[in-house]
């Protein structure tokens, strides 16, 4: 890896486009003098139509791009023809344990091999001139519980790093790295302890984690830690740094009720490349209740600090702070934070260590808003660094989530299943969603010192220019909504691009955020954009497609609502044409008459059929029209007359729609179903009286309430 160079120029060759993972291009062809005539060059169908979160790998003028659930696709870079295409076979009731869609965050190319890790957590390496199956290894330890994989695997010389997520199911979190060659496991590492009633632990590290662990920890359940995102490595100290996700469960009084750091939940780990040994460890959200991960995307870069040349780490994880963080020894050189921080309010660069606020966010025993939200104050969408002007370009998200303990402090593990303990509520929902919450919940809700500040600003998104060791923004772009992602590309011509839901693709003035030059797509963007050249010509590349976590909100005005979810590929050239716009959907129909209630059906089973539904499907089924899934409340006959052998035989599991038989008894099923009936019908009245008065029909509501 030649580090001598900063930034990706003609190949972009990781999906963050170079050994630093920047997102910045060296590349200059396209500048503000001519971004205006950017127009099409070539766009390839994907051929799905669900999440798209990766960056396409350009080397030497062929383009590798992965798609959901670990489909990989070779194209002519130049043309957009298809060399090969890759679809796994995966086994589909991973679907029942993906917490956010069949996301997929790219591939690894290098020695004549594609690597990509399916949704099940087989790792597969291809030929890069074929896509043929040249090994394929399971990194799965344990497949009786929730783990699945969405990350991108990541290259460290000749071996191959693959992390999991499922860390609000019962899962315990580790990565893998592999040998290149032949697909054999060179090292392990586990994130958290395992119960040291079962033996020692696998390393010294983790015998040291368990101090911060208290004794009767849930080890049953799992713990978390999964590293379903970033992982990085670090060619000058030869190192994989690793972001680590949260705990699980959530509350502290479930998972450890003694307390503790819980290491090394979200931390960054440095791992000796050759080995897997830890080397540092730096824990951005100790005593985690709140999703607050590690997993985000890294950037590594060379920073004057106070006069000083160091070797950092550019971190925004989900927990609100803006870290700079010494690659040589673990150590914050600034840590800010860049919105409201509920959990923490300030940073001891001294010891390391934030000042915890729990009284804003310790829910033991009763509602908290916190802040920043689960979703993250920055998640998977990758941010972007320009060395030359020092200014690191990232999507923000400023907003609260309402947590409570709605079940007993010692639930039964549920196999397979969500374990997370919480009910949560984002805050950009609550003013909505308060109402119909229980008197109690809503009583304590309003009496939150937090409370009035989420009323005041339910929540703020934006494009920021940020200065790293400040956290200062220099500019600023809004979004239109909280479900909006912006992955970012920057070039060394001063031209910030991203994409949006309304499926714009834009390009700002790197130095002002003053717009040059946006295209609509027709089609929801929130993957980041790329950049190469071949033969001598620069292209920029983006995915297009809705869906990740809160996949079950669609917004109305996003392309994926009006006019479908396409999943495209689009390259621009300077002198391009114009972009196909995908077909406007036609107005929503009133909902179906559903089948007569089934018999013997009481209130008390529809209620009861309500609840099971929550808990089990809620987290995929929103209910809400033109999400990710189907609508239920607008099934048709041939459904509702097949769906005891699609809920419990899995006659649809080809489609993603798992086999609940383990799990749901036939009268559960019957219940959730009878429930169903029970709100298609409802949900036909109001909606053919909205038609006869000419009013819209049942429209989107971000109300959603998850109980994981
Ligand atoms: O705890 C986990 O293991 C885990 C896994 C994943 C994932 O694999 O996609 C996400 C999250 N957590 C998560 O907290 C989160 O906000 C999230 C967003 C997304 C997405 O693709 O949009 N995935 C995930
Ligand atoms: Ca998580």
New binding site residues.
């Given amino acids: 890896v030649d580090t001598s160079t900063y930034g990706a120029g003609d190949n972009w060759d990781n999906p963050g486009g170079d050994w630093a993972e920047s997102h910045f291009s060296r590349l200059t062809d396209i500048s503000a003098d001519n971004v205006g005539q950017l127009g099409l060059a070539w766009e390839f169908d994907l051929g799905t139509n669900r999440?798209q979160?990766s960056t396409p790998i350009v080397i030497d003028g062929v383009m590798y791009a992965s798609g959901n659930l670990g489909r990989a696709y070779a194209l002519n870079a130049a043309t957009g023809e298809e060399l090969w295409s890759f679809t796994p076979e995966v086994d589909m009731q991973a679907n029942r344990a993906?917490?956010?869609?069949q996301?997929n965050?790219g591939l690894a190319v290098a020695g004549g091999k594609v690597f990509t890790a399916a949704l099940d957590g087989m790792l597969y390496a291809l030929d890069a001139k074929t896509g043929e199956v040249l090994w394929k290894v399971d990194t799965i330890v344990d497949h009786e519980r929730a783990y699945?994989?969405?990350?991108a695997p990541e290259l460290a010389g000749d071996l191959v790093v693959i992390g999991?997520?499922?860390?609000?199911?019962d899962?315990r979190?580790y990565v893998t790295a592999y040998n290149v060659s032949d697909g054999t496991q060179a090292w392990r590492f586990w994130t958290i302890p395992h119960d040291p009633r079962d033996g020692p632990q696998e390393s010294p590290e983790l015998e040291a984690a368990l101090e911060t662990w208290s004794k009767d920890t849930r080890w049953d359940i799992g713990g978390?830690g999964?590293a379903?995102?970033a992982i990085t490595y670090d060619p000058q100290f030869d190192q994989v740094i690793v972001g680590v996700?949260?705990g699980?469960p959530y509350p502290m009084k479930i998972r450890s009720p003694g307390g503790g750091d819980n290491l090394y939940l979200d931390s960054l780990v440095a791992l000796d490349r050759k080995t897997g040994a830890m080397k540092w460890h730096f824990q951005e959200t100790p005593q985690d209740q709140w999703?607050l991960?590690a997993?985000q995307p890294m950037i590594l870069a060379q920073l004057d600090v106070g006069g000083e040349q160091r070797p950092v780490i550019l971190h925004t994880p989900?927990n609100g702070f803006f870290f700079v963080v010494d690659r040589e020894t673990g150590k914050p050189l600034a840590a800010n934070p860049i919105v409201r921080t509920s959990w923490a309010d300030t940073w001891d660069l001294a010891t390391g260590k934030p000042h915890l606020t729990p009284e804003t966010s310790d829910y033991s025993n009763g509602p908290q808003i916190i802040f920043p939200a689960?979703?993250?104050a920055r998640?998977?969408?990758p941010a972007a660094y320009d060395p030359g002007r020092n200014i690191y370009f990232a999507h923000v998200i400023d907003m609260g989530n309402l947590f409570w303990v709605p079940g007993p402090d010692r639930p039964e593990r549920i196999k397979g299943g969500m374990n997370a303990g919480v009910a949560a509520i984002f805050g950009a929902d609550l003013p909505s969603v308060l109402a119909t919450l229980p008197p109690l919940i809503q009583e304590q809700v309003k009496a939150l010192p937090t409370y009035k500040t989420a009323m005041d600003l339910p929540q703020s998104n934006e494009v920021r220019a940020i200065d790293p060791l400040t956290g200062k923004t220099r500019w600023s772009i809004p979004g239109d909504g909280y479900q909006d992602?912006h992955g970012v590309l920057v070039t060394a011509s001063g031209l910030v691009f991203y994409g949006d839901l309304a499926g714009k693709l834009h390009a700002v003035d790197a130095e002002t955020g003053k717009e040059l030059w946006s295209v609509d797509t027709g089609s929801s963007i929130?993957a980041a954009p790329m950049t190469y050249r071949v033969d001598g010509v620069q292209y920029v590349a983006v995915q297009t497609g809705f869906?990740?976590?809160?996949?079950g909100f669609v917004p109305p005005y996003s392309a994926a609502y009006q006019r479908g979810n396409a999943n495209r590929l689009l390259v621009f050239k300077v002198g391009g044409g114009a972009v196909p716009l995908p077909a406007k959907l036609p107005p929503l129909e009133p909902a179906p008459a559903p089948p007569p209630q089934l018999s013997g059906v009481t209130p008390a089973m529809i209620a009861e059929g309500q609840a099971t539904f929550t808990a089990n499907c809620a987290a995929c089924h929103s209910n809400q029209p033109r999400a990710g899934l189907p609508d239920l409340r607008r099934m048709s006959g041939n459904i509702h007359d097949a769906f005891d052998t699609i809920v419990l035989d899995g006659a649809l599991v080809a489609n993603g729609m798992p086999a609940w038989d383990d799990r749901l008894s036939k009268d559960q099923v019957k219940a959730i179903h009878a429930w169903l009936i029970d709100t298609q019908g409802k949900l036909r009245a109001r909606e053919l009286e909205l038609q006869k008065r000419g009013e819209p029909l049942d429209s989107p509501s971000a109300a959603i309430l998850s109980n994981f």
């Avoid at 993906?98 to 869609?101: H, P, T």
């Avoid at 999991?164 to 199911?169: I, L, R």
């Avoid at 869906?547 to 996949?551: H, L, T, V, Y």
């Fill in positions: 999440v979160e993906a917490c956010c869609d996301a965050r699945t994989s969405t990350g999991n997520g499922g860390a609000e199911y899962t979190g978390g999964t379903w995102d996700g949260n699980g999703d991960t997993t989900k689960s979703p993250g998640n998977w969408y992602r929130m869906g990740g976590g809160g996949w």
